[in-house]
């Protein structure tokens, strides 16, 4: 079974930047599509950004399209990272990191079967 560890969040005022880090251990990366989900407090975890398992494609939410950037180079490492710009103090929540075994990269929670832990993501006003 792969495991997940996420890094790379923290507090950032509205219009910056954060970087998270998806790292990837146990089993063959490029078998997983990978996607971030975000849960926000009193709401559902929600779709943010998907890429499949060769990193040719990628899936983003509305919300968060030209602003975030997800990545992954098989050939170098197990790290799937996840670039946000423009940070909106909407974008507060706990990022999560998922992956889906041979799958497709898919939209919806239940599309994965493995998660990390979460990492906190707070945009101030």
């Known amino acids: 079974q792969v495991q997940l560890a996420e890094s790379g969040g923290g507090l950032v005022q509205a219009g910056g930047s954060l970087k998270l880090s998806c790292e990837a251990s146990g089993h063959t990366f490029s078998n997983y599509a990978m996607g971030w989900f975000r849960q926000g407090p009193g709401k559902d975890r929600e779709f943010v950004v998907a890429?499949?398992?060769?990193?040719?494609?990628?899936?983003y939410a509305d919300s968060v399209k030209g602003r975030f950037t997800i990545s992954r180079d098989n050939a170098k490492n197990t790290v799937v990272y996840l670039q946000m710009n423009s940070l909106k103090p909407e974008d507060t929540a706990v990022y999560y990191c998922a992956a889906r075994r041979y799958g497709e990269a898919g939209t919806t929670p239940s599309d994965y079967n493995k998660w990390g832990q979460g990492t906190q993501v707070t945009v101030s006003s």
């Open positions: 890429v499949s398992r060769s990193g040719s494609n990628t899936f």
